[in-house]
């Protein structure tokens, strides 16, 4: 019975490429399934064997625990470093496609407020 380690939807590149270097370097026999034509699919990650599926699991969460630490120290040190901005810093380096997005909001919250108002 094969057993889905990973849904690859929303998956960056990266990372897919990381894990399927995990595995082939642990020696791990997995198979791949592609996306679906229309994305309804977007496709994983298997194994066959249930103790294949347990070794596979185990690799994968701590590559995940080490992906986390990673990124989160990647983020730390933006913020540090400036370049991550908040919404004053988006308002101030784009600022038409921040109040766009504010308008957007607005419309979107009036609309699904709107029946209950006119009560």
Not at 34 to 43: C, K, V
Not at 94 to 112: D, E, K, S, Y
Request: hydrophobic share 40%.
């Amino acid at each position: 019975m094969p057993y889905q380690l990973m849904n690859l939807r929303h998956v960056p590149d990266d990372e897919a490429d990381e894990i399927r270097a995990l595995f082939e370097s642990e020696a791990v026999v997995y198979y791949e399934t592609p996306p679906s034509r229309w994305g309804i699919s977007m496709g994983g990650i298997w194994v066959h064997d249930v103790e294949e599926a347990a070794r596979a699991k185990a690799l994968l969460q701590a590559y995940q625990r080490e992906r986390l630490r990673r990124q989160r120290e990647t983020y730390h040190e933006e913020c540090e470093a400036g370049q991550v901005l908040g919404f004053w810093g988006r308002l101030r380096h784009r600022p038409l496609t921040t109040l766009m997005a504010c308008l957007a909001i607005t419309v979107i919250l009036a609309l699904t407020l709107a029946p209950y108002l006119n009560l």
